[in-house]
């Protein structure tokens, strides 16, 4: 092929390898796996820090609501609406005991679905949760830096780059592995729940002493959002977004029941009793921060500047609205400062390791799917560190840009959270009441009929309640942002059904039908090897190509260069080489498009013949030489391949800078960017 060089270079892997080593650590070996299962001490603070975090944030979402309507209102309905939210997190979690016994393998709701109501119900379980863990992360991590930004000043008008930083070391820590990252977040999470619980006794105890100090907003007053108080179908309508928002604290009740298959023998009784730890951790959180908001007077507006008065008059722009948590902490720990500064860190930490919780379910359900042939299958390999790197990295792409789009804004991306999760909820214990109806059928054994007639009594009432929810989530919240949820649920539902189908269709074409058609011999083998100039390179591809005896054998350039063409000629007969040499005319200097026109008038002659195209290869050992040579020989190879009946093969030639570059490939294994490596 005259006027190009039809070799292309290699780059060696390894070039950041002692880099990846640093951040990631040393590859583990696949029969290692068993050494990254967890114990329920490290589980409790992997998989149920979102839930147990969300009580940092879904107290203020219910006094908010409820504050619209102004401070007699959030007095009378604060304990009504955190009520409601605690009985649905009891039989959710109850709910969620009989999933993880019935379906140990991990695939959680989308499994339940799938089996019992069919694969279509099972894809939109998956829709929803992946979308979920996405908004997940997106909503802990820029809640985190807000309540960051309260304290350290330097990160106000920061939060997007902040809040994508912490992403970035999430996704670090959990490519690490799921041991490792659950050793490293263990001590914040259980930190968190020793400073609320620890911050609510102490706060009980000074009440019923009589020297529990009241809330910094305790002396103002908090009027209604539009100078009036609500009544009739307008007080109802906001009790039920107070009770939505709520809700949130209910979101990572599921990662549990996906995630069974990282826990220890026994998987199933471990998830459950995980399950109940969380359950009863959060709602005694939960009702602590409520009971002592009450008891304090602390108020939370939506528009604090102008709903909330002193003296009658508005407080202005110039007050600084503290957390519900915020304010506790500063009353309860009125004369103890050090226990203010404890529950502020410990609570801005879990609301950015509440990400955490998505970064173990999604990549598991997005390797569940993989293997069902609806996400592309390399999310179904595990990395170096045998976690499903692949998953873990989609996941914080999609996080950043929501938190790139949204401006790390917790206000505007909280309207899009928890619709997802209720899907899921729903859809899984309806699938769970099916379940123990069929079985049922089959079941002779008394004992174990009055233990499936309980099970489906407890997930037909979780069923009832999720869906509840659920409609009034999408009433309240579809306008407020909820329909941007959905949307892309749908937009995820149709996009893996397309994979499946392109798998199916891909599998269809490649089956052998025996009974119709046997694989033959092709007839002929027409070698054509590609060529340049006489140099080593070529001598290599010659001989290979000699050395496997094809039927028919002879070397091809392009005639770009007139000139070059009669010096290779004169070459050709000057060495003797025993290899006819075709030259192929190109009066538009075009080096591909002559070849395939060969290659494909052979096989229209002969479409029983199997056509073999060998390309000498340099393989270069630095990136930037790759930029010096010609990629001729790519473009060639990639257009040959979209022919039918057509071989390509590279015959290396390595240069003396690839000399040692093949120890990156042996001492270190497969980098990001491979199948195996565990990345796209």
Not at 140 to 158: M, P, Y
Not at 176 to 203: D, H, N, T
Request: a positive charge.
């Amino acid at each position: 092929m005259r006027g190009a060089d039809p070799s292309y270079s290699v780059v060696v892997p390894g070039t950041g390898s002692l880099f990846k080593r640093l951040l990631l650590g040393r590859a583990m070996r696949s029969d290692k796996l068993g050494e990254t299962l967890l114990p329920k001490r490290l589980a409790l603070p992997i998989f149920a820090s979102d839930a147990l975090s969300s009580v940092a944030y879904a107290p203020d979402e219910i006094l908010l609501m409820l504050g619209l309507a102004g401070g007699a209102f959030v007095a009378t309905h604060s304990w009504q609406v955190t009520v409601a939210v605690v009985l649905v997190m009891v039989v959710v979690v109850a709910s969620y005991r009989q999933n993880v016994h019935a379906y140990p393998s991990g695939g959680g709701d989308y499994e339940v679905a799938t089996v019992n109501l069919g694969p279509r119900a099972g894809l939109t379980v998956a829709s929803a949760l992946l979308v979920d863990y996405v908004l997940t992360v997106a909503v802990s991590i820029s809640s985190g830096v807000q309540n960051a930004a309260t304290v350290l000043g330097f990160v106000r008008g920061h939060e997007v780059i902040v809040a994508v930083a912490l992403i970035l070391f999430l996704t670090a820590m959990n490519l690490r592995g799921v041991r490792e990252s659950g050793k490293a977040f263990a001590v914040p999470v259980y930190a968190f729940m020793l400073a609320i619980i620890g911050m609510g006794v102490y706060g009980f105890v000074q009440h019923f002493t009589g020297t529990l100090t009241p809330a910094e907003s305790a002396g103002l007053t908090l009027k209604p959002e539009d100078g009036q108080g609500l009544t009739g179908l307008a007080a109802a309508f906001l009790l039920l977004r107070a009770f939505s928002s709520g809700c949130a604290a209910l979101t990572g009740v599921e990662a549990i029941s996906n995630g069974v298959p990282a826990f220890k023998k026994p998987k199933s009784d471990n998830a459950a009793t995980t399950l109940l730890l969380m359950g009863t951790l959060s709602v005694l959180m939960l009702g602590s921060i409520i009971t002592l908001g009450q008891w304090t007077g602390v108020k939370i507006a939506d528009d604090p500047g102008a709903q909330l008065l002193r003296n009658g008059q508005p407080v202005g722009d110039s007050y600084v609205q503290h957390t519900a948590i915020g304010q506790l902490a500063n009353s309860v720990f009125a004369s103890f400062p050090i226990g203010v500064v404890f529950v502020s860190i410990v609570t801005g930490l879990i609301l950015v390791l509440a990400a955490n919780t998505a970064f173990n379910g999604f990549p598991v359900l997005g390797s569940i799917l993989a293997r069902d042939g609806y996400l592309p299958r390399q999310m179904h390999t595990r990395g170096d560190r045998l976690a499903f790197s692949n998953g873990i990295l989609i996941l914080a792409g999609a996080a950043i840009v929501l938190v790139i789009v949204f401006k790390a804004e917790v206000t505007a991306l909280i309207q899009l959270y928890i619709v997802g999760v209720f899907v899921s909820f729903t859809t899984s214990q309806i699938g769970m009441v099916r379940h123990w109806t069929r079985n049922l059928r089959l079941e002779r054994n008394a004992k174990e009929r009055s233990r499936m007639q309980r099970s489906r009594v407890i997930n037909a009432v979780g069923a009832a309640m999720s869906a509840t929810v659920l409609v009034v989530v999408l009433i309240t919240k579809f306008q407020a942002g909820a329909k941007y949820a959905i949307l892309a649920m749908v937009v995820l539902f149709v996009l893996m059904l397309g994979i499946k189908k392109h798998y199916n269709r891909v599998r269809d074409e490649l089956a052998i039908d025996w009974d119709v058609e046997r694989p033959m011999l092709p007839s002929h083998v027409h070698a054509i090897v590609c060529i340049s100039k006489v140099h080593k390179p070529t001598m290599r591809a010659l001989a290979y190509a000699r050395a496997s005896r094809p039927s028919y054998l002879e070397a091809v350039t392009v005639d770009v260069d007139p000139d070059e063409t009669q010096t290779l000629l004169d070459e050709w007969d000057k060495r003797d080489i025993p290899v006819p040499l075709k030259v192929l005319s190109s009066p538009y200097r075009q080096i591909t498009k002559p070849i395939l026109d060969y290659v494909r008038s052979i096989r229209s002659g002969n479409p029983r013949d199997i056509v073999t195209v060998y390309l000498p290869e340099y393989v270069l050992g630095k990136w930037w030489e790759q930029i010096l040579h010609n990629q001729s020989a790519l473009r060639l190879k990639a257009r040959l391949l979209f022919t039918p009946g057509v071989m390509v093969v590279s015959v290396p030639w390595q240069l003396q800078s690839s000399e040692g570059a093949e120890r990156d490939w042996i001492d270190e294994p497969p980098i990001s960017g491979s199948v195996r490596g565990g990345a796209l």
